[in-house]
């Protein structure tokens, strides 16, 4: 891989999940007449949590009374 290829990649990972919600922050303002798809938004919420929660490390110490 070329080293801006790389770069990229390690600033796709750090800054990904920010990057995407600037964008949908914008684009909610950009494009107001989209609420007539706000029935969706528990479903979208569902789906974004799920994802999220991925990213979660649980080890087995962390169980203790």
């Not at 796709?12 to 609420?35: A, C, D, E, R, T």
Request: glycine share 6%; aromatic share 16%.
């Amino acid at each position: 891989m070329t080293a801006l290829t790389l770069h990229l990649r390690s600033t796709w990972n750090s800054y990904g999940k920010v990057l995407g919600l600037l964008l949908m922050i914008v684009l909610g303002i950009l494009f107001p007449q989209f609420h007539a798809l706000s029935t969706y938004i528990q479903y979208l919420l569902m789906i974004m949590l799920f994802f999220a929660f991925l990213d979660i490390d649980i080890q087995a110490g962390s169980f203790h009374k």
